[in-house]
């Protein structure tokens, strides 16, 4: 089966500037992530959507991030404006989870965020 | 709420020999215990997991953790590595009664020496 895309692979920017990454997860995947993963750290989860409603967006930025999911499919991500302290990798991830089972998160290759 | 600590960033071996990779976690409530590794320029994949039964749990490579819930840890062992071995490794919790989040620890970089 088709992993989880994710695009631009690279992207560097000024701050200030806008970005968008976009996510396309296996089909099927109901619970769409988006984690941020700063360099020597774990991965930090920024929004959680289940179909296309947000489930948890409690670390998110929310003054200068948004998400959506709109089709319940495809997620894109966006950043305005960026500051240097949002330099990192960003990735998406998704999962097919039914209650009572567990979850088995399949990543996407990420995007490299550098913001100078 | 849960939590991951991975008790150390960097973990250099030489090749053949054992490795373990701490894991310590905190959660009110029963947690699914995960470990993902990442190659260098690759993305996260599945190594093992831990959702009942047998506290012993093998994966993928040779790897293996064991469960402890009095101790709350869930370390990663391996009985001899490989250079390709080397990449970062990631303990993970998800709870299992709703909610679906899964907590990411910070790493820990294994570098395997020739």
């Known amino acids: 089966e088709a992993g989880v895309a994710q695009s631009p692979r690279y992207k560097i920017i000024e701050k200030r500037q806008s970005v968008a990454f976009w996510c396309n997860p296996i089909?099927?995947?109901?619970?769409l992530y988006w984690y941020q993963q700063i360099l020597g750290q774990g991965p930090k989860l920024l929004i959680q959507?289940?179909?296309?409603?947000?489930?948890?967006d409690s670390q998110l930025p929310k003054d200068r991030f948004s998400a959506e999911r709109l089709k319940g499919v495809d997620s894109t991500l966006k950043i305005q404006p960026a500051k240097l302290e949002d330099s990192a990798v960003y990735l998406c991830?998704?999962?097919?989870?039914?209650?009572?089972?567990?979850?088995?998160?399949?990543f996407g290759s990420g995007t490299q965020l550098s913001v100078l | 709420a849960q939590s991951v600590t991975q008790l150390d960033s960097q973990v250099p071996v030489f090749e053949e020999a054992p490795v373990e990779l701490r894991c310590n976690y905190s959660?009110?409530?029963?947690?699914?215990l995960f470990w993902y590794v990442q190659y260098p320029n690759q993305g996260l994949q599945l190594l093992l997991k831990?959702?009942?039964?047998?506290?012993l749990v093998k994966g993928i490579n040779g790897f293996e953790a064991e469960f402890n819930k009095s101790q709350t840890s869930f370390h990663l062992r391996k009985p001899s590595v490989h250079i390709s071995d080397t990449a970062e490794y990631f303990c993970?919790?998800?709870?299992?009664?709703?909610?679906?989040?899964?907590?990411f620890g910070a790493g820990t970089r294994l570098f395997v020496k020739a």
């Open positions: 991830a998704s999962s097919n989870r039914r209650r009572g089972s567990e979850e088995k998160l399949f």
């Open positions: 089909s099927g995947h109901a619970t």
């Open positions: 959507f289940q179909n296309n409603g947000v489930v948890d």
């Open positions: 959660s009110s409530v029963s947690v699914y």
């Open positions: 831990y959702l009942s039964g047998s506290t």
């Open positions: 993970a919790v998800s709870p299992n009664t709703g909610g679906f989040k899964t907590i």
